[in-house]
């Protein structure tokens, strides 16, 4: 299934990146970025390069919160999560990003794999970043945008 975002939902944000794994909206107003992803998986090199173009976009803006959209995955990829967690993460920290918001697929196995990945993460990289972060999971773009 692939949710799309409703102009509700984005009224006061921008279409920066119209990619082909994602969307990405932006304001400055409220110093947020969105990244909806619009396929069911994506592979890591183009994840990659859909997060360094999202990192240009941080470092020529004021942003604090970062919401990723990942209604539409339909898998999950270790090492993708791993790069994501630990490197884009703790490089977007030092632009000011330390608040973001998660919306997951419904799929009760995906969550589960989610917090597996996490904590094996969280082992394997004692110097991790996470307590310097305010991460939360939520429902909507209207709740992430909210909290």
């Not at 917090?115 to 209207?142: F, R």
């Amino acid at each position: 299934m692939n949710h799309t975002l409703n102009s509700s939902e984005i009224q006061d944000f921008d279409l920066a990146l119209d990619l082909r794994y994602a969307q990405v909206w932006v304001s400055q107003e409220l110093k947020t970025i969105i990244c909806q992803l619009t396929a069911d998986y994506v592979p890591i090199e183009d994840f990659k390069e859909t997060f360094l173009q999202i990192s240009e976009i941080v470092k020529k803006g004021e942003f604090e919160k970062f919401i990723f959209d990942k209604r539409a995955l339909r898998a999950f990829h270790q090492p993708t999560m791993e790069w994501y967690f630990i490197h884009w993460k703790k490089d977007m920290l030092s632009y000011g990003i330390k608040t973001h918001r998660k919306i997951l697929p419904s799929e009760k196995w995906f969550e589960k794999m989610v917090q597996i990945a996490k904590d094996q993460i969280l082992q394997t990289y004692p110097d991790h970043i996470i307590d310097q972060l305010d991460i939360k999971y939520c429902d909507s773009i209207e709740e992430a945008v909210a909290l």
